[in-house]
């Protein structure tokens, strides 16, 4: 359904709050546990945000996006940094942040064109789900990165 601006303005601000507050405590728990498992378990909340949108209809549901946009957001960008931040002792630091700040400006310049062509082709409906088919795409590369997933293989 049609949100009105101030609920859509509501929408926008419990995503970015709860992101925001969840990226302190999840920053801590990037410290003490595997990166690439929260990067994962993040990603999957924000493919399953993804994939509901097209049933949602009305405030209650639109802030519960928010809420699990935030929340995935807010598990898996600690811990990206933190990997960034290791990567950047080896690379240093400058070029580091370099190619993550890069490849996430691609991201901003990419996704709006890919998802726009799939809106005008076949609904907007597609934007979501495409979106969802790639966050679910990546979130195996993550998983297999893991200590978990090398130790339980053998490999280190």
């Known amino acids: 359904g049609n949100l009105s601006v101030g609920e859509t303005g509501l929408v926008i601000s419990v995503s970015v709050l709860s992101s925001a507050f969840l990226q302190k405590i999840c920053g801590s728990l990037a410290d003490r546990f595997d990166k690439y498992l929260l990067i994962a378990g993040g990603s999957m909340i924000l493919a399953i945000a993804l994939i509901l949108v ?76 495409i979106s969802a088919i790639i966050v679910l795409l990546a979130t195996p590369v993550f998983i297999s990165k893991s200590s978990l997933f090398l130790h339980s293989s053998g490999n280190t």
């Open 54 to 129: 097209p049933g949602f209809h009305g405030l209650w549901a639109y802030l519960l996006f928010a809420l699990l946009m935030g929340i995935g957001g807010g598990i898996s960008v600690p811990a990206m940094y933190a990997l960034v931040t290791i990567t950047g002792r080896e690379v240093g630091q400058g070029a580091a942040m370099g190619t993550i700040n890069m490849f996430m400006s691609i991201g901003m310049i990419l996704s709006p064109l890919v998802c726009g062509v799939c809106m005008d082709q076949m609904g907007i409906s597609s934007a979501f789900s």
